[in-house]
């Protein structure tokens, strides 16, 4: 008798452990679907397009936020004065490098994307590629005019050299190098600085 009045608490726990294990399998596997890139994108290349900058529900957004951080006081000052000759020195000795490689030469027609206050382009002409320039949100003239890296203020093949490290900034990465490869000369070179691991400290 006791052991037909445990066979259905036995199922019942099984059948709620069953039940439960299912839910939870289902939770699990849902994938969600990836967002496709806002409507207001200047030209996004593909509705699938990878974001390494994650959190933005519009173009606008994304832009807004990449001007408050270049427009701040604070960051300017330190960029134009305590890093300005640190970062112009790590610049000349990276610069000077792909030139005895022969990857740059004085007469290259050069850019720097996403310069903000024109440190690697001051490097590059301190190196003697004077045909240089950079762009980013914010001009800082003579060294930096405005433009979007996501949409190049250029004709086709206009430089022989680019040079950026902000392709991790890009909303469109994609997009970011369609535009440098529609810019590029036939033969030109690009160079893309990556920071592969971030610390804080």
Same mark, same amino acid.
């Not at 066979?7 to 939770?27: D, E, G, H, M, T």
């Not at 490689?101 to 850019?111: D, F, I, P, R, V």
């Not at 914010?138 to 004709?155: A, I, K, M, S, T």
């Given at each position: 008798?006791?052991?037909? *009045? ?31 890139? !806002? ?81 690697? %382009?001051?490097?590059?002409?301190? %190196?003697? %590629?004077?045909?240089? %320039? ?6 800082? !003239? ?10 190049? !203020? ?27 490869? *529609?810019?590029?000369? !036939? ?15």
């Amino acid at each position: 008798m006791k052991a037909n *009045r445990t066979a259905p608490i036995v199922l019942k726990y099984f059948f709620i452990s069953l039940i439960f294990s299912l839910l939870l399998l289902l939770l699990f596997s849902y994938q969600p679907h990836h967002r496709n890139p !806002p409507t207001d994108d200047p030209e996004p290349s593909d509705e699938g397009d990878l974001r390494i900058r994650p959190g933005y529900s519009t173009y606008e957004g994304y832009i807004q936020r990449q001007l408050n951080k270049t427009l701040n006081p604070k960051l300017r000052n330190l960029w134009t004065t305590r890093d300005w000759d640190r970062k112009i020195n790590v610049f000349s000795k990276f610069f000077t490098d792909l030139k005895q490689k022969g990857l740059l030469k004085n007469e290259s027609k050069a850019l720097c994307v996403g310069a903000r206050v024109g440190q690697e %382009v001051e490097a590059l002409k301190r %190196v003697g %590629v004077n045909d240089s %320039v950079g762009i980013d949100l914010v001009p800082y !003239p003579p060294l930096v005019l405005r433009g979007d890296f996501h949409n190049q !203020p250029f004709e086709n093949e206009t430089f022989d050299f680019e040079f950026s490290n902000v392709f991790d900034h890009a909303l469109y990465p994609s997009k970011f190098v369609e535009e440098i490869e *529609r810019t590029l000369r !036939p033969g030109g070179i690009c160079v893309l600085h990556v920071a592969l691991v971030s610390t804080v400290g």
